[in-house]
């Protein structure tokens, strides 16, 4: 397990890797009061946990624990259902990454271009790489 907190794959990480690669299929906003967009973060959540559920099966205790981390932060509050650890992760990108335009607004935005966010997709470690690509690929179809 990697104990170098640069190496981890934080939430940010994550939640970046993300923006790029929902970029890369030409997606500019995901919306917070969107029914398709909650049913895909249910499946996106069941599908990190199928991960961290084969990445202990396999030994792979880093990616296990990243893993477990994310979804601590944004699996959805026990109490309401909601989905508030992940907005807020992707809130927390502001300025680089995301916007939201104001409070009111129903969208975060994404902000890059696909050319630039494609090339970070690619730098992912091959794990990631395939994690974030099969969660930008649920979301994709609700945005």
Request: proline share 5%; glycine share 4%.
């Amino acid at each position: 397990m990697a104990t170098n907190p640069a190496q981890r794959f934080t939430v940010g990480r994550y939640c970046e890797a993300l923006i790029c690669a929902l970029l890369v299929r030409r997606k500019s906003h995901l919306r917070f009061d969107d029914a398709k967009t909650t049913r895909a973060l249910g499946d996106l959540i069941d599908q990190l946990r199928a991960e961290a559920r084969e990445a202990e099966r396999v030994g792979d205790a880093g990616l296990t624990y990243d893993l477990f981390v994310l979804l601590n932060q944004i699996s959805p509050n026990p109490n309401t259902g909601a989905y508030d650890g992940f907005w807020s992760a992707l809130r927390d990108l502001q300025p680089a990454y995301a916007e939201v335009r104001n409070p009111y607004y129903l969208a975060l935005e994404f902000k890059g271009t696909p050319s630039i966010a494609e090339t970070a997709v690619k730098e992912l470690p091959e794990r990631w790489k395939k994690i974030v690509t099969q969660s930008a690929e649920m979301l994709s179809k609700a945005a």
